[in-house]
């Protein structure tokens, strides 16, 4: 009876050895394209290259600027540059294009707000990240005209909304601030073809700067009193020439550093360019070249950059630093940063163009 029990042991041992081997439905081996999808060890699926909690991050696309040549998609795209889903097709909102995409803590929860243009009026749709529960958020004819085209979330809960006159103000309460743009042409400032705003603290002091894509004047980038409107500067920046405009920037907070995506003018300078800047109170400065696009991966040279898709993101895990680029070549390449150079993560873009990258208007990273 002794030995019938041990036997009975090792049949049952060898029965869920070979249930532990086929349980997942099939064997995964060195061949086997599907192998990323399975842990042959205990039949899970994997995750793909992903260190740590901290570093699983999704990047979403938005396509639809220009308006007349966009796809109306934003779509969600892994760290490896894969398809995970589209987000949003605005077929449903008839001649609408996604411009911006940007994620908001609010009581309800994080929320995804969409930022839309149809050529004569703007609006903000919000939804859950994953796109459900999908609805229009808040429109303003008057302030979402005339080319409204980036949003960028406040700390005070509102929103910056950069249209071709200027750059709009909304509260937390979603409602315009003021009766005309809050920051516009004025006192050395120019806004007659906003491409891009970015809101930032200095000692408890609230600033904004617009950047404009108009021939005269060139290149100009303006900072103004965020809690007044009022322009402190409004200069063409040393360092890029005047022959490149502004097409879009990011702030990175905790290196109080600018970083200015530039479009060539004209063939006397025939690549893209990100810079970096410092910000005071008073002034931008300290121009610092990153990135010289002279492979001409981002952009060619036109007479109107401003109205060539772009954008710029920027983001960090405890293993990396990066930037997107979103370029007028449908396409979004990555770039390492150290925090004095930028440079190529590979030879070839994170994401290519396909039926669902056409005329990017937006690139945004979010932690998972």
């Known amino acids: 009876m002794h030995i019938s029990i041990r036997a009975l042991i090792f049949v049952l041992i060898g029965i869920l050895a070979l249930l532990s081997l086929t349980s997942c439905g099939k064997k995964c081996d060195a061949g086997d394209t599907e192998k990323v999808l399975y842990n042959t060890d205990n039949c899970t699926v994997e995750n793909e290259s992903v260190s740590s909690i901290s570093d699983n991050y999704s990047i979403y696309v938005s396509s639809g600027f220009p308006v007349a040549s966009g796809v109306g998609i934003v779509s969600r795209w892994n760290q490896q540059g894969k398809l995970i889903n589209i987000v949003r097709d ?4 008839p001649g609408f294009m996604p411009q911006t995409v940007v994620f908001q803590s609010l009581t309800s929860g994080m929320k995804m707000l969409l930022l839309a243009f149809n050529g004569t009026v703007g609006e903000v749709d919000i939804a859950d990240p994953d796109g ?10 008057t302030a979402m005209a005339a080319g409204t085209r980036r949003l960028t979330a406040t700390t ?3 929103y910056l909304i950069t249209r071709t006159a200027g750059v709009e103000r909304f509260n937390s309460a979603k409602q315009r601030v003021g009766a005309a743009a809050r920051y516009l042409t004025g ?4 806004i007659t ?6 809101q930032l ?3 408890g ?3 904004v700067i617009a950047s404009n894509g108009a021939t005269s004047p060139n290149n100009k980038v303006n900072l103004y009193n965020g809690a007044t409107g009022g322009c402190i500067s409004g200069v063409a920046l040393a360092g890029p020439a005047t022959t490149m405009w502004p097409v879009d920037m990011i702030y990175i907070t905790e290196e109080n550093k600018l970083l200015v995506l530039y479009y060539p003018f004209t063939a006397s300078t025939t690549n893209a360019q990100i810079w970096s800047f410092d910000v005071t109170p008073t002034a931008i400065n300290n121009a610092t070249l990153l990135f010289n696009d002279t492979s001409g991966d981002i952009a060619t040279v036109s007479a109107t950059p401003g109205s060539l898709s772009s954008s710029l993101a920027y983001y960090r895990t405890t293993s990396e630093r990066f930037v997107l680029v979103g370029t007028n070549f449908r396409s979004v390449i990555k770039l390492n940063y150290d925090g004095s150079t930028l440079s190529k993560a590979a030879t070839t873009p994170l994401i290519f163009q396909s039926s669902f990258v056409k005329a990017i208007s937006n690139v945004t990273v979010v932690g998972n």
């Open 205 to 207: 002091s609230e600033y």
């Open 201 to 203: 603290m200095l000692s």
């Open 90 to 93: 605005y077929a449903g909102n």
């Open 156 to 158: 005070d809960g509102g």
């Open 187 to 190: 006192g050395g400032c120019t």
């Open 132 to 141: 459900s529960n999908f609805s229009q958020y808040f429109q303003n004819s």
């Open 193 to 198: 073809a906003g491409t891009a705003a970015v």
